[in-house]
Structures are given as structure tokens and as C-alpha cells.
């Protein structure tokens, strides 16, 4: 793993925003793998900025969101749907037809899983998968104890990650219970991925998956075995791990001779 720290969350996002700028300035027709969140909403933020103002363009490029929420409509607006419509894709000239999530509302959520895999694999696979990571260490909606060899399916979502997602529902009882998500093996598969995480509530979380033993209890920790991760952290997120020296040494203020 690479671990990049940069002073705070402003550069953090930055230095993500580079790596898929690169990306898709040197292969058009990337295939992304895209994340929502609040850690991301900057991160969108400031790639339609680079298209605004630098004509970065997503105009071939094909993206998969890794989850949504099971029983929302698309036009729901606590969808991942309405999410990344209003955070990013209506602000860049992607192609809507090449603009992918699961299907929450599909009548057979297991076989809209499948559908998702096998659209993955046609498409040839993810070049570059963004993440972000939650206090229980989920990449996706892959919750602590998920299956490290899992593909896309229905999760259902752990009391945790409903109270930390409550705040975009009426109440805790109107969260949704079950999400479509890839799986862990989904985003192993990718040829590359970055995870982005800043914010002191996220160390804990950090440590374990960088520095923590492989384990399902933590799913984020399978991206040891990620031969291309790039952890992209501001230095509240890397407040708890170790070898802190190490990084820094390796990668002076989050640089990456990769990119700079
Ligand atoms: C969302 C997703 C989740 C989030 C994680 C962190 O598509 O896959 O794993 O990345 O829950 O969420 P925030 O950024 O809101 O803390």
C-alpha cells in the first residue's frame, strides 16, 4: 500500500483529484469505480471544477458506483442516484448512459447484483476505484465479517453505518436496512484504487486497515492485497498509525513520485 499524508484535508483531496484527473487524461476511456459520501463530496467538487476550468473531460469514460441503497427509487433524494447526479455527474459531460449504480428498486435485488458483475466485466473490468471507508472499517457497504472473496450482492447494513447515515433520512427508522454493494473481491479486482480518508473520526478505521491484521472484521484491511492502493489520508485520519516516519520517508508530504 501506498500511504500518502498530506497537511490537511484541502491537499488530501487534491492529490485524489490528480489521480483520477491522470487517469482520464491518459486513458479516455477509463472505466472508474466511484464512491459517494460526505469524503468524496469535495473530491467531485473539485474534479467539475478541473472540467470547468482545465476542459478535464469524462466524455468516454464508463463509471460503476459501488453501492445503493435497497427499496430507493432513483429519483429518491437520498439515493446514491440523486447523490452522484447532483455531486458530479451533472456538472461534468460523462455520458449518463455509461453512468452506472445497482439498482435499489430492481424486484430482484440478487439478480441486479449478478447484472452489475457481469456489465463490470463487459465493460473490461475497473481501471481505478475510488473509496472511502467507514468508522467499522466497510469499504462499499462490505461490513465488518463480510466475505473477502464476495462479489456484488445485498448487504444489510449494520446498526453503525445506519446511525452514521441517519443524517440524511427522516429518522433512524426511515435508513434503509439493505444495500446493493460490490464486493470485497469486486474492488480487489480493479486494476488500481485510491481511498481517500480524512478527519480524526476515521483514524481508528485507518489504522486497522493499513497496519491491522488481514481480517474480515475490518474489510478494508483486504486491500493489503491490493497490488495498486494508494491511501490517501489528511494527518487527523493518519493520527493512529505506527510507522508514521516510514511514510513520510517514502512519500514526503504525501508526494508520489508515481505522479509528481
Ligand atoms: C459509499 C461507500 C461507503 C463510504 C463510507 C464513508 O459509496 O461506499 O463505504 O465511503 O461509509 O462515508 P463518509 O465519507 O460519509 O464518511
Known amino acids: ?26 486513458t479516455p476511456d477509463a472505466v472508474l469505480g466511484l464512491a ?16 470547468r ?13 459501488l453501492d445503493e441503497y435497497i427499496g430507493l427509487a432513483p429519483d429518491h433524494p437520498c439515493s446514491y442516484h440523486s447523490y452522484m447526479q447532483e455531486a458530479f ?15 435499489g428498486d430492481a424486484p430482484d435485488p440478487q439478480a441486479a447484483s449478478l447484472e452489475y458483475e457481469a456489465l463490470i466485466a463487459a465493460a473490461g473490468g475497473i481501471d481505478l476505484q475510488l473509496l472511502g471507508i467507514g468508522q467499522n472499517g466497510h469499504i ?9 472473496g464476495s462479489r456484488t450482492r445485498v448487504k444489510t447494513l449494520t446498526t453503525s453505518t445506519r446511525r452514521a447515515n441517519q443524517r440524511y433520512f427522516a429518522s433512524f427508522e426511515d435508513t434503509p436496512r439493505y444495500a446493493i454493494t460490490m464486493g470485497v473481491a469486486t474492488i480487489l479486482a480493479s486494476r488500481a484504487c485510491v481511498l481517500l480518508a480524512t478527519g480524526d473520526a476515521k483514524a481508528d478505521a485507518v489504522m486497522r486497515m493499513v497496519e491491522g491484521p ?12 491490493h497490488a495498486s492502493a494508494t491511501v490517501i489520508l489528511d494527518k487527523a485520519a493518519a493520527g493512529a498509525l505506527t510507522f508514521t516516519d516510514y511514510y513520510e520517508n517514502v512519500h514526503p508530504g504525501g508526494r508520489d513520485s508515481a505522479f509528481d
Open 1 to 26: 500500500m501506498k500511504v500518502l499524508i498530506l497537511p490537511d484535508e484541502q491537499a488530501a483531496m487534491q492529490r485524489a483529484a490528480d489521480i483520477v484527473a491522470r487517469t482520464v487524461t491518459a
Open 140 to 148: 462499499g457497504f462490505n461490513e465488518p465479517t463480510a466475505s473477502l
Open 89 to 103: 455527474f451533472r456538472h461534468v459531460d460523462i455520458d449518463p448512459a455509461r453512468a452506472h449504480l445497482p439498482k
Open 36 to 51: 459517494t459520501g460526505g469524503t468524496m463530496l469535495p473530491l467531485y467538487e473539485a474534479l467539475a471544477q478541473r472540467h
Open 53 to 65: 476550468e482545465d476542459g478535464l473531460s469524462f466524455t468516454k469514460t464508463t463509471s460503476f458506483n
Open 214 to 225: 488481514l481480517s474480515a472484521a475490518c474489510p478494508a484491511s483486504a486491500l493489503q492485497l
